[in-house]
């Protein structure tokens, strides 16, 4: 049976890390063997304890510094021995059964990498505080204009890869700026790259949403680096 592997990073969720992972075990996947690697970039709240008392049941990583995101993802990478990579942010934004909707697509050899796009389902624009709405649509538009591309949610959390695929770009970032890099080395390698609506419950940073204005700032040259560069 062909396997998916789900990277999960994680930093400072102690509310939520179980229930996602909860969530995670009990989504079908595509009717896919399950591998679930979760990276702790060294969390300062209690996420760090709950995690170990989760090991030998998952593969579990931890940053003995905080690293970033992206860090934190090409940590879950080299861990990876699935057919099919995806990553699952550790916050309740996404819901893991949505990736029913975009691994039939690699399963299927449809795609090389399917994004889950929350601007395609016109339910989720309630769900957006205005400014991350206007900001992601922004970044998603520079991308299309330098790219020459037609996405609708480079941001998006949600991606799914073929490993071969994923395995082959070298992944330098280690924040935020790692949607942007993943972004633009998918489409220099021509794989073939297509979306899916999905579902989306945004929160705001008093509920625990990292990314701010400098991340945004640092995208914008990000896409425009890794456009002209490697």
């Known amino acids: 049976m062909e396997k998916v592997s789900i990277i999960i990073p994680v930093y400072n969720e102690k509310d939520t890390i179980s229930l996602i992972i909860d969530k995670v075990e009990k989504a079908d996947f595509a009717g896919l063997e399950k591998e679930i690697i979760i990276i702790d970039d060294s969390s300062t709240d209690s996420t760090t304890d709950i995690l170990k008392a989760m090991q030998g049941k998952y593969k579990i990583f931890f940053h003995e510094k905080n690293q970033g995101k992206g860090a934190a993802i090409r940590t879950g990478i080299c861990a990876c021995e699935g057919d099919y990579i995806v990553i699952q942010d550790a916050d309740l934004e996404y819901s893991p059964e949505d990736y029913n ?3 039939p697509l690699l399963i299927n050899d449809e795609a090389d990498v399917v994004y889950g796009s929350r601007f395609l389902n016109p339910d989720n624009h309630k769900n957006f505080m205005s400014k991350n ?3 992601n649509k922004f970044l ?3 991308t299309n204009i ?5 996405i609708t949610d480079m941001e998006t959390c949600y991606k799914a890869f073929k490993s071969s695929v994923l395995k082959g770009i070298t992944i330098k970032s280690d924040r935020f700026d790692f949607e942007p890099e993943i972004t633009a080395k998918v489409i220099r390698k021509k794989a073939r790259l297509k979306e899916k609506a999905i579902s989306y419950n945004g929160r705001g940073h008093e509920e625990g949403k990292k990314i701010n204005w400098k991340d945004g700032i640092k995208a914008i040259f990000t896409i425009i680096k890794y456009r002209f560069f490697d």
Do not use: D, K
């Not at 330098?146 to 037609?150: A, G, H, V, Y």
């Open 146 to 150: 330098l790219f020459s591309t037609s």
């Open 133 to 135: 709405r206007l900001a």
């Open 101 to 103: 909707l975009l691994l």
């Open 140 to 142: 998603t538009l520079l």
